[in-house]
């Protein structure tokens, strides 16, 4: 079962930021924790990954705490089209990622 | 590349026939997961597998599901027989899983709609 936790459901003005958390209290040490997100009616997407650093991309930020038992996405200027689902996600064993329930963005005009 | 491709995006058939979804994943990727995704259980691992192999088949419901993988560049997802609640969003996704790091990026096909009635 997934071993991360996330609120339901978060609102975001459009073109401000969406900071979305994460806990996955127990991760282990050598276990990265990953961002995907879900368009309605699409597959999946990845967005992110990090293990113990901060991590940027073009899509997002990832902002790890120290202890690696939480986490937060940050999409810095959130769009209509960032509208989705967002699971975030720590590899439980070899290859193999489990999504919980996720959080349900909704970016307001 | 055009990423990971599945086949169909719809089927519609009825209780009782047998039903084969396809996937090809993205060249070079050594692993392969088939999903399946309900408003009632989420987004739901059904098996994978590395290098052809199936690793972890503990999410497949019952009998009645099966996959293979001939080759490095398609898989099979079957069903049968197929029941009312088997209807669900089926996905495929791939990944290159690097040695000694544990990396695990997943990227998704666009799904298989099925419809058993």
């Known amino acids: 079962d997934a071993k991360t936790t996330q609120p339901t459901s978060m609102d975001c003005a459009e073109g401000r930021a969406a900071n979305l958390p994460c806990n996955h209290s127990?991760?282990?040490?050598?276990?990265?924790v990953y961002w995907y997100r879900q368009i309605h009616s699409q597959g999946p997407q990845y967005i992110i990954h990090?293990?113990?650093n901060n991590e940027t991309n073009e899509m997002a930020s990832l902002i790890i705490t120290e202890d690696r038992k939480s986490s937060t996405l940050i999409l810095p200027h959130a769009t209509l089209r960032d509208t989705a689902v967002y699971y975030c996600i720590d590899k439980t064993s070899y290859d193999k990622v489990i999504f919980g329930p996720g959080t349900s963005l909704s970016v307001i005009p | 590349d055009a990423g990971v491709i599945q086949s169909p995006r719809h089927e519609v058939t009825e209780m009782g026939q047998e039903v084969t979804l396809r996937c090809k994943p993205i060249?070079?990727?050594?692993?392969l997961f088939w999903y399946r995704q309900t408003m009632m259980r989420g987004l739901e691992l059904l098996i994978y597998f590395n290098n052809n192999v199936p690793i972890d088949d503990s999410g497949m419901p019952e009998d009645r599901f099966s996959a293979k993988m001939p080759n490095a560049s398609f898989s099979t997802l079957k069903i049968q027989p197929s029941e009312p609640r088997d209807s669900a969003v089926y996905f495929c996704?791939?990944?290159?899983?690097?040695?000694?790091?544990?990396?695990?990026?997943?990227?998704f096909g666009a799904g298989t709609r099925l419809s058993v009635l």
């Open positions: 127990t991760i282990s040490g050598n276990e990265y």
């Open positions: 990090g293990l113990k």
């Open positions: 996704a791939s990944s290159r899983w690097t040695t000694g790091e544990g990396k695990n990026i997943q990227y």
């Open positions: 060249s070079g990727h050594n692993s």
